[in-house]
């Protein structure tokens, strides 16, 4: 039903020059034979989606870099990222983002509301030096970019810890390193995201997890504070 809604919101889109990649990461729900049986017979999305199912779960930033090093391969493509468990709020969430890239943005983050704190508002103070903020709100969903940024992601040293693809706070570990490099990042203030965060990740049962989280933030800002100053002393 998620996926539904996701797909439903998709469809009205009154901007309809996109494709999709719709990577199912070993889901065990059907969830994936639904969405091959909507690209395989809705004529929306027949000539509009790539299916990529995995055998073996892989986790989110192993399947992002695939699908960038593999699929979305035009540098000039804008890229959308959305979970198959939130969705779109309006018509005209894509055009809306259309218009900061025809102002030459190359990269935007929010607005968006999440069912567990639905009085929560969001901002993203600024794109300077976010590591000096925790990151800032850089992880605001929908996040979009140009898909060249991505190739000043470093795979091994930006999105692993000690070898291993990160696991926990994965938006701020790709986001970072695109948005020290984006010439002009916006922050849309529109409400155009419905954001529902994973059971797992909001049940108290994964609370013993903080501090493996924290560890994992703190190793993400470090990084990006220690690329800052390695860039910056560059130019003195």
């Known amino acids: ?53 995995n055998d073996v779960r892989q986790n989110i930033l192993p399947n992002l870099v695939f699908a960038m090093q593999n699929i979305i391969t035009n540098r000039n493509s804008i890229v959308v990222h959305i979970d198959n468990d939130d969705y779109l709020l309006t018509n005209q969430v894509l055009s809306r983002i259309m218009q900061e890239y025809k102002n030459d943005a190359e990269l935007t983050v929010g607005n968006c509301v999440r069912y567990n704190k639905p009085l929560k508002h969001y901002k993203v103070y600024s794109f300077e030096k976010v590591w000096e903020r925790g990151g800032d709100n850089v992880w605001l969903h929908p996040k979009t970019h140009l898909r060249s940024l991505f190739d000043f992601v470093n795979v091994d040293e ?23 490099h984006s010439k002009k990042s916006v922050f849309i203030p529109e409400l155009l995201y419905y954001f529902e965060p994973s059971h797992d990740n909001i049940s108290q049962e994964k609370q013993y997890r903080k501090v493996y ?24």
Do not use: C, W
Not at 20 to 40: L, R
Not at 158 to 179: E, H, Q, R, S, Y
């Open 1 to 53: 039903s998620k996926i539904k809604r996701l797909f439903d919101s998709i469809k009205i889109q009154d901007f309809t020059n996109f494709m999709i990649v719709y990577i199912d990461d070993a889901s065990t729900n059907q969830s994936g034979e639904y969405v091959k049986f909507v690209i395989n017979n809705d004529p929306f999305f027949k000539q509009k989606a790539i299916y990529v199912g």
């Open 158 to 180: 930006d999105l692993k810890k000690d070898g291993v693809f990160i696991d926990v706070n994965t938006d701020f570990a790709f986001m970072l390193p695109m948005v020290e």
């Open 213 to 236: 989280k924290d560890e994992v933030k703190t190793h993400i800002l470090k990084k990006a504070r220690d690329r800052y100053e390695k860039n910056h002393s560059s130019y003195r």
